[in-house]
Every structure is written in C-alpha cells, then in structure tokens.
T-cell receptor
Framework: GQQLNQSPQSMFIQEGEDVSMNCTSS?????WLWYKQEPGEGPVLLIA?????ELTSNGRLTAQFGITRKDSFLNISASIPSDVGIYFC???????????FGDGTTLTVKP | GAVVSQHPSWVICKSGTSVKIECRSL??????MFWYRQFPKQSLMLMAT?????????EQGVEKDKFLINHASLTLSTLTVTSAHPEDSSFYIC??????????????FGPGTRLTVL
C-alpha cells in the first residue's frame, strides 16, 4: 500500500526558533493533512491542503501541498512551549477512500 | 465546527468481557468513519473503514469477528471489542469525514478511548 516518509522523527528546539518538517511519498495524493496530537488526546487538524502547489497558513503554521502531489511540508514559526506534541502528516487518496499517515514528528520546545 | 466525540474516554474491563466504544459526529453528517488503534509513541494504525448502512471494510490482519463495527446512522459508529484480552489494551481513536462539502477528504478525530483489559 501507500507509505509516507515523515521527517524528522523528533526535534528538540529552543523557544522562538522556527521548525520545519516534511512528508514524502512515492504515490500521489489528492489531499494533504497536518495534525497535532498531545498525550492522551486524539489528533487535531491543523491545516488541510486540497490543491497541488497550495500554500496555506494557520497562525504561526504554514503548510504547502507539493507541486508533484507527492510531498508536503509544515513550518512553525517562532515556536512556543505549547507547540510541544506529535505532528502527523496524512495523505488522502480519494479513490482508496482513506488516508495514509506518517509516523509522526515529536517536537520538544525548551523554554 | 467538525466536532467528533467518543464515549467512554477510558474503560477498564476484565479479560473475556466485551466493550463497546461509541463515535459520534456532533455537528456534521459522516457517511464514512474510521477506527484506529494507537500504541504508545507510535503512529495511527487504521483498523477499519466504517460506511453508513453497509459492512465495514477491515484492514489486513484485523479480525472482523473480534472488532465488530456498526455504522447505523450518519452520526454514529460503534466499535465493539469482543472477548477482550490484555493484548487488546490500547488507545482507540475514531475519525469521521463529512458527507458533503469541500472537506469530504478530511478526517476529524475524536478524543480517543483508552482501553485497559485486566
């Protein structure tokens, strides 16, 4: 089946720094989604991307749908301690009717 | 908008008993709901896709007689773990995709259910 490579696996950064993470796939997706999950909670949708080349922002978060439809990145600017969590990318294939999730990027922000 | 609830949020049960978990889309209709299982520090593992009014589609390796899924309405899907054993202990999360509109490819997740089988 389809697989996503999400990197980096983990990040340890200082408060105020910018963060970048990405996902790549050998397959094309119709939609790219980025979620954040905190301990003991379900993932929360951060940004949804529906068109190749689309660049979307949500506050300090910016994500892009790669032009090849096989990749996406998420940037977080000026990180703060509450950004701590696991960030998952997901690619959705409309024909398959389901999403494929990356393994997650664990973000730690030092005050 | 796009709120999904799960009940219960946590449950402890004895080995051999069955446990039912409910997933509801509160402010939208969802033809399709998904059930995931997540082990500590791991990604989401799709167990099955639940379609309203039809049988669920299970992923390879997931026992359909063990994990019974019912999607009786456009806002409710249930997962029943039958004859639960300690190895079934996990974090179960559901998600729902809106039936219509721009975001039909988007999944909105519930808060999860922590199952502990003694």
């Amino acid at each position: 089946g389809q697989q996503l490579n999400q990197s980096p696996q983990s990040m340890f950064i200082q408060e105020g720094e910018d963060v970048s993470m990405n996902c790549t796939s050998s397959s094309i997706f119709n939609t790219w989604l980025w979620y954040k999950q905190e301990p003991g909670e379900g993932p929360v949708l951060l940004i949804a991307l529906y068109k190749a080349g689309e660049l979307t922002s949500n506050g300090r978060l910016t994500a892009q749908f790669g032009i090849t439809r096989k990749d996406s990145f998420l940037n977080i600017s000026a990180s703060i301690p509450s950004d701590v969590g696991i960030y998952f990318c997901a690619g959705h294939n409309t024909n398959a009717g389901k999403s494929t999730f990356g393994d997650g990027t664990t973000l730690t922000v030092k005050p | 908008g796009a709120v999904v609830s799960q009940h219960p949020s946590w449950v402890i049960c004895k080995s051999g008993t069955s446990v039912k978990i409910e997933c509801r889309s509160l402010d939208f209709q969802a033809t399709t709901m998904f059930w995931y299982r997540q082990f500590p520090k791991q990604s989401l593992m799709l167990m099955a896709t639940s379609n309203e009014g039809s049988k669920a589609t299970y992923e390879q390796g997931v026992e359909k007689d063990k994990f019974l899924i019912n999607h009786a309405s456009l806002t409710l899907s249930t997962l029943t773990v039958t004859s639960a054993h300690p190895e079934d202990s996990s974090f179960y999360i559901c998600s729902a995709s809106p039936t219509s509109g721009y975001s039909t490819d988007t999944q909105y997740f519930g808060p999860g259910t922590r199952l502990t089988v003694l």
